[in-house]
């Protein structure tokens, strides 16, 4: 009698390490930002590459007279009203913008450059 209840604790004892080990495979998540669509295998509101000609304005209409404008050739004013758009945006949005004043054909300033990406930098844990 001993052996048959002893037998049937190990049993049980097996099987519940197996049903554990298996059902962490099967409850793997997957957790995706509020900002990402989830479609594609790599979150494109990341990306600092434009996969689109269109022109997303973060109400920064005013940085569109910069078009063509060398990023080493801004005044202090002119450096200032980049970072006033900079730091009215959201940590999520500062890629999307990048983006698109890339599209928009602007420059920006080397200093609001080089924010802006270690902005994205520590939001990706870079």
């Known amino acids: 009698m001993i052996y048959l209840l002893a037998g049937i604790v190990v049993a049980l004892v097996v099987a519940f390490i197996f049903s554990r080990k298996s059902g962490t495979d099967a409850e793997e998540q997957t957790i995706v930002a509020d900002d990402c669509c989830?479609?594609?295998e790599v979150c494109e509101a990341d990306s600092l590459l434009s996969s689109s000609d269109k022109a997303e304005y973060y109400e920064d209409e005013e940085l569109d007279s910069y078009q063509a404008k060398q990023a080493n050739s801004y005044s202090d004013e002119e450096i200032e009203q980049f970072r006033e758009v900079l730091f009215t945006l959201k940590e999520r949005e500062v890629a999307g913008w990048l983006k698109s004043l890339q599209i928009r054909g602007i420059?920006?300033?080397d200093i609001i450059r080089e924010?802006?990406?270690m902005i994205v930098a520590d939001r990706r844990g870079l």
Request: no cysteine; charged share 10%; proline share 22%.
């Open 38 to 40: 989830g479609a594609h």
């Open 107 to 109: 420059n920006p300033p």
């Open 115 to 117: 924010e802006a990406l």
